[in-house]
């Protein structure tokens, strides 16, 4: 069974840059996860739909970072413009059931490497 | 703001050593427990979990972790690691009311041979 695809995996862009990252989930995972990991802190929830709508967004910064999922399977997140402290990697994870599920459990992607200087 | 809490954030042991690795959560309701490790150059990959019932699980490669519900704790532990367990690991708690994943900041296991 493949795992979740992400790429690129490394992206060095400059401040007030635009850029967009890509995640495939497992095929038939309902739903899909995208974190921020900055150096020395773990992953930290960004986004969250089910299918192709959103669960949870409460932690996205909107005014710069947007993500969609669609057709319920591939998404993209991006960030304009980028700013110093989104240095970090990003990770996208995916899960056959839904979060309510009690047995959910979340699979991860390689991650993005962002770097912004 | 619920929290994951691993105090241990850099351990080094030497080969065949025992290993106890610490968690705590502050959320008490209900919830499903999980460790992660990441290896060098490698993805965070599932160990083990706790969904419910017996609250001693076993995972792969020889881990296992230990849910005490009235300590709010998840540690890990393994009797005798490898040079291959160099790791970092994370633990991650998913609460039953919101359903969110909260993970702690990660412990960086370095086993020199």
């Known amino acids: 069974e493949a795992g979740v695809a992400q790429s690129p995996r490394y992206k060095i862009i400059e401040k007030r840059q635009s850029v967009a990252f890509w995640c495939n989930p497992i095929s038939g995972h309902a739903t899909l996860y995208w974190y921020q990991q900055i150096l020395g802190q773990g992953p930290k929830l960004l986004i969250q739909f089910q299918n192709n709508g959103v669960v949870d967004d409460s932690q996205l910064p909107k005014d710069r970072f947007s993500a969609e999922r669609l057709k319920g399977v591939d998404s993209t997140l991006k960030i304009q413009p980028a700013k110093l402290e989104d240095s970090a990697v990003y990770l996208c994870?995916?899960?056959?059931?839904?979060?309510?599920?009690?047995?959910?459990?979340?699979?991860f992607g390689p991650g993005t490497r962002l770097t912004v200087l | 703001a619920q929290s994951v809490s691993q105090h241990n954030h850099h351990v080094i042991l030497s080969e065949a050593a025992s290993l106890e690795l610490g968690c705590n959560y502050s959320?008490?309701?209900?919830?499903?427990l999980f460790w992660y490790v990441q290896y060098p150059g490698q993805h965070l990959q599932l160990l083990l979990k706790y969904f419910s019932g017996d609250p001693l699980v076993k995972g792969i490669k020889g881990f296992e972790a230990e849910f005490i519900k009235s300590k709010f704790s998840f540690n890990l532990r393994k009797p005798s690691v490898q040079w291959s367990d160099t790791a970092e690991y994370f633990c991650?708690?998913?609460?039953?009311?919101?359903?969110?994943?909260?993970f702690g900041t990660g412990t960086r296991l370095k086993v020199l041979a």
């Open positions: 959320y008490g309701g209900t919830v499903n």
């Open positions: 991650a708690v998913k609460e039953g009311g919101t359903y969110k994943y909260i």
């Open positions: 994870a995916s899960s056959l059931d839904l979060p309510t599920t009690r047995t959910d459990t979340q699979y």
